[in-house]
């Protein structure tokens, strides 16, 4: 009796291909790919199959975690030290020569972005408004004004 394809994929070692796999940023249609199947199977078996669902959430979220490290780090700036070497052929080995400690500032870009999604209430570009009277008075100033159009019909008609 021949295996079903998606037996190997629910080994360990299937399993941990497929979380790298996710971690090395690849999209479903890639993974199904790699994996020799159509993207609907694979959607069909990460609904039928837990573990490959899981396999796959796993290695996406190492990925987006270090992005959002990355994000939050070039949003509130950061220091870092630059050191050159140079190879000394007399002694046969890499001297540091020079040690210089570097600054990226913050990037209000990365800020717009991080504050945007993690405060959209607040930081989105058109804010919700909760006080709709500037609305309601133009829709009451409008229906008086229709109002008075059709009184004045009415007082030409007789």
């Known amino acids: 009796m021949a295996k079903g394809k998606y037996e190997h994929w629910l080994t360990m070692e299937g399993l941990l291909e497929l979380e790298g796999w996710a971690r090395d940023g690849l999209t479903d249609e890639q ?75 913050p990037d209000t870009t990365a800020q717009i972005f991080w504050l945007k999604n993690r405060k959209p209430d607040k930081w989105r570009d058109k804010p919700a408004h909760d006080d709709m009277t500037a609305i309601n008075k133009m829709d009451l100033i409008l229906a008086e004004m229709k109002a008075a159009a059709e009184a004045e019909k009415g007082n030409n008609e007789e």
């Not at 996406?60 to 490290?69: A, I, L, M, T, W």
């Not at 050159?84 to 020569?97: A, F, G, Q, V």
Request: with cysteine; charged share 35%.
């Open 31 to 105: 993974v199904a790919y790699n994996m020799g199947i159509n993207k609907a199977t694979l959607y069909r078996w990460k609904e039928k199959y837990c573990d490959i669902c899981d396999a796959l959430k796993r290695g996406k979220e190492v990925v987006d975690r270090q992005v959002e490290n990355a994000l939050l780090k070039r949003a509130l700036g950061y220091e870092y030290t630059e050191t050159t070497r140079e190879y000394i052929p007399e002694l046969d080995e890499m001297k540091t020569t020079k040690k210089v400690t570097k600054q990226v500032v």
